[in-house]
């Protein structure tokens, strides 16, 4: 088998769900965007330009996007600075240690009015939220501010923000209405702008946004580096280094001129603890790609070409190829069962066992599948809601089913060209 691409990356927003038990504890070994350690600050306009509905509109927003995380001390804490000429410290980070709590606060929030000084509050905030010595967790956590306004600023953004980013706090930028420029959001926030900027057009609209806006954080909170040759370089993970496929595999030429492959043997073992390659799990939604080939005999066999399994050997993602009958099965958790799976068979998916070149991708969106070969549309089937993954079990690449051995392909070699996986990325 010869395998040019390889990733994940999400690109559909849909909440999270976290799996609790009857007493409503949190299971061992879980991941996901809920469980991600953040320190979470919204820097909200409180201008007079808003008026009182617009700022109602505004904290309801604020409610929506927060419920999708865990609020705890080992988790997600909250934030809120409102502003106008001033800022004021509504909500200090680890005040409330529960969803219920942070939502009743936000809730009891009062609107200031007055003039819009953007500048001014993210200095704020980087002083009196982020650079307040009392962070009660003792693992690292993600620095994540996200300014919502209505309007160009009466002061300077741009070093404001430039200081923020030197205390590696991650700013989001979120634009309602005409009055607030493009270049203005774009000084504010990281780059690139695609993933790190937003634009609505009033405040009716932000409702649109609150899901996407969530994603946003869970990406920034999930992945932890950028993917080069990526759209827009992506955050991701970088399976090839990651799982150290190049320390152990011989380089040969790939499938284009421009790329070397990676070598595999049946007597190689990729695997490596799934806490190694996702530490703070996976995207509940998500796109999988993978660009392959496969000769004989990978071309009739059933094998895994990802998994990560859980420390008992469930399947927590898998994308598993069946040569056998010429089909496709996609296994993942679910709310309802250990792991669900679908199988995809339609006659364009055959093409994938002719021994010749083809893609093939998954788009898992909230409650469904959709499958593409070549990117031509194949089949769209319903899944369960799904829930975070363990962590506590390994990954694993070109595996046979229920065994440990490698994948043999061409006298027991196979080859991985350009093998990553990439996570969380909203297109334009």
């Known amino acids: 088998?010869?395998?040019?691409?390889?990733?994940?990356?999400?690109?559909?927003?849909?909440?999270?769900?976290?799996?609790?038990?009857?007493?409503?504890?949190?299971?061992?070994?879980?991941?996901?965007?809920?469980?991600?350690?953040?320190?979470?600050?919204?820097?909200i306009d409180g201008s007079s330009s808003l008026g009182i509905p617009n700022f109602e509109t505004a904290k309801r927003w604020l409610i929506n996007i927060t419920s999708g995380f865990d609020v705890s001390t080992r988790h997600t804490q909250v934030a809120v600075v409102q502003y106008s000429d001033t800022p004021r410290l509504e909500i200090p980070l680890g005040k409330h240690q529960n969803s219920q709590e942070l939502i009743e606060a936000i809730t009891s929030i009062s609107y200031l009015g007055g003039n819009t000084r953007t500048g001014r509050a993210i200095k704020f905030a980087t002083d009196h939220v982020f650079g307040m010595p009392n962070r009660t967790s003792q693992s690292p956590?993600?620095?994540?501010?996200?300014?919502?306004?209505?309007?160009?600023?009466?002061?300077?953004?741009?070093?404001?923000?430039?200081?923020?980013?030197?205390?590696?706090?991650?700013?989001?930028?979120?634009?309602?209405?005409?009055?607030?420029s493009n270049s203005e959001l774009v000084s504010v926030a990281n780059k690139p702008p695609s993933t790190y900027v937003l634009h609505v057009e009033d405040y009716k609209s932000i409702a649109n946004i609150w899901d996407l806006m969530e994603q946003k954080?869970?990406?920034?909170?999930?992945?932890?580096?950028?993917?080069?040759?990526?759209?827009?370089?992506?955050?991701?993970?970088?399976?090839m280094s990651l799982m150290k496929i190049e320390q152990v595999a011989q380089k040969v030429q790939g499938s284009l001129i421009s790329e070397k492959a990676s070598q595999l043997s049946a007597h190689m073992d990729?695997?490596?603890?799934?806490?190694?390659?996702?530490?703070?799990?996976?995207?509940?939604?998500?796109?999988f790609v993978a660009t392959l080939r496969l000769k004989n005999p990978a071309h009739w066999m059933k094998f895994d070409l990802l998994r990560v399994l859980s420390q008992d050997g469930v399947k927590q993602i898998a994308v598993t190829l069946n040569g056998a009958d010429k089909s496709v099965t996609f296994t993942c958790t679910s709310t309802l069962k250990k792991e669900q799976t679908v199988i995809f068979n339609d006659r364009g998916i055959k093409r994938l066992f002719d021994t010749d070149w083809h893609q093939l991708k998954f788009l898992v969106k909230y409650k469904r599948i959709t499958c593409f070969v070549d990117g031509a549309?194949?089949?769209?089937?319903?899944?369960?809601?799904?829930v975070p993954i363990y962590i506590n079990g390994k990954t694993q690449v070109a595996k046979k089913i229920n065994i440990e051995t490698t994948v043999p392909v061409s006298d027991s070699n196979a080859i991985f060209d350009t093998c990553l996986i990439t996570s969380l990325y909203v297109p334009n």
């Not at 430039?162 to 989001?172: K, T």
């Not at 990729?270 to 796109?287: D, M, Q, S």
């Not at 194949?378 to 369960?384: A, F, G, I, S, V």
Request: charged content about 20%; glycine content about 6%.
């Open 217 to 239: 954080l869970c990406e920034e909170s999930v992945c932890p580096t950028r993917i080069p040759g990526t759209v827009n370089d992506q955050k991701g993970f970088d399976l």
């Open 270 to 287: 990729i695997t490596h603890n799934t806490r190694e390659i996702f530490p703070e799990g996976l995207p509940p939604a998500f796109v």
């Open 1 to 43: 088998m010869y395998l040019t691409s390889l990733y994940i990356c999400s690109r559909i927003v849909t909440k999270l769900v976290l799996h609790v038990d009857p007493v409503g504890k949190c299971f061992p070994g879980l991941a996901g965007c809920s469980t991600t350690p953040n320190d979470l600050a919204f820097i």
């Open 141 to 180: 956590r993600n620095r994540i501010a996200v300014v919502l306004t209505d309007g160009r600023s009466q002061d300077d953004v741009e070093d404001a923000a430039m200081e923020a980013r030197a205390q590696n706090i991650v700013l989001f930028a979120v634009g309602v209405g005409n009055e607030i």
């Open 377 to 386: 549309y194949m089949e769209e089937q319903y899944l369960d809601p799904v």
